[in-house]
């Protein structure tokens, strides 16, 4: 396991060497623990059942290791999924408890990424969300039915819309060379058919007004909050090394889901702070300002 990640923070290799503590049980020992819970809410069975799964979250959080999170953030989020999946476990239904856990998982731990994604969020909507994470998995499925690209298949498949999924696909597409011609031999490229809409000189004052505004609207903001608050919004959001959830619960002796009620409410009260301005329109406040 270590040998996939090339630099483990101390917290993560204590955390590591705690889950090789727990052995994996055999489907036998895993059929038996997940009924007594199903049918007696045995909350030892469920402990079992949670804890010899651990390193399966571990793999999948892995697979998010990209995106920019602290892996220990993705391992927590995810282990918040397999207890969900422990919960609503079916043994009777004939599968093994991590085939449905993975999707719980999953679920978690990309609805986090999406969550703190940006400090500035920007609205995504359910297909959207799908979009983010299925895109390449579902044009991949439709050419091999198919031969090739079709997107009115692929945004079926995918139950949205097929405008929605063409944006999503452009957003997600990588570079091209703008020297690139755009039919070849004539020498005509893409830099020739792109229009110069760079700002001229009032344009960029009024932007650096706006962002001088702006930052100082939301220090006026975070200066509002009490102390736990601002703590938890410096060190999550502002941040360059963002702390994670369980440090900064070891910093103030509370609970993680506390720090995340925390978090989640400073934010809310930044937001109610800084709405009128946004009604306002920061474009226009600069020069009164």
Same mark, same amino acid.
């Given at each position: ?6 630099? +483990? ?23 038996? @623990? ?12 469920? %402990? ?14 892995? #697979? ?9 953030? +993705? ?5 918040? $999924? ?18 449905? /856990? ?28 799908? @979009? ?5 998995? /579902? ?13 009115? !298949?692929?945004? %079926? ?8 999924? +063409? ?6 597409? $990588?570079?091209?060379?703008?020297? /690139? ?67 900064? !619960?070891? %910093?103030?002796?509370?609970?993680? #889901? ?5 978090? #989640? ?22 020069? $009164?300002?």
């Amino acid at each position: 396991m270590t040998g996939s990640l090339p630099i +483990l923070s101390d917290n993560l290799q204590k955390y590591f060497a705690e889950i090789r503590r727990f052995r994996v049980l055999t489907p036998e020992e895993e059929y038996q @623990l997940a009924v007594k819970f199903y049918e007696e809410k045995d909350l030892e069975a469920a %402990h079992m059942l949670v804890t010899s799964n651990l390193r399966f979250v571990v793999k999948i959080a892995g #697979e998010y290791r990209s995106y920019g999170m602290k892996m220990l953030d +993705l391992i927590q989020e995810g282990n918040v $999924g397999l207890m969900m999946a422990v919960r609503k476990f079916n043994p009777y239904k004939g599968f093994r408890l991590i085939s449905y /856990a993975v999707w719980w998982i999953r679920a978690y731990i990309q609805n986090y990424i999406i969550s703190t994604w940006s400090l500035l969020k920007i609205g995504t909507t359910q297909a959207q969300r799908k @979009l983010f994470f299925k895109l390449k998995q /579902a044009k991949d499925a439709i050419k091999n039915m198919l031969g090739d690209d079709d997107a009115p !298949a692929a945004s %079926h498949s995918l139950e949205v819309k097929e405008s929605e999924y +063409l944006e999503m696909e452009q957003r997600l597409r $990588g570079d091209c060379s703008l020297d /690139a011609e755009l039919v070849a031999g004539e020498g005509y490229s893409l830099m020739d058919s792109l229009a110069d809409e760079r700002m001229n000189q009032e344009e960029l004052l009024s932007e650096n007004q706006t962002a001088a505004l702006l930052e100082r609207e939301v220090s006026q903001a975070v200066s509002r909050l009490n102390e736990k608050e601002r703590f938890v919004i410096e060190q999550r959001v502002s941040a360059e090394e963002p702390l994670t959830l369980q440090e900064i !619960a070891d %910093h103030f002796s509370i609970s993680r #889901e506390r720090v995340r009620q925390i978090e #989640e409410g400073a934010l809310k009260k930044m937001k109610t702070l800084l709405l009128p301005l946004v009604s306002q329109g920061i474009a226009s406040s600069p020069a $009164g300002a």
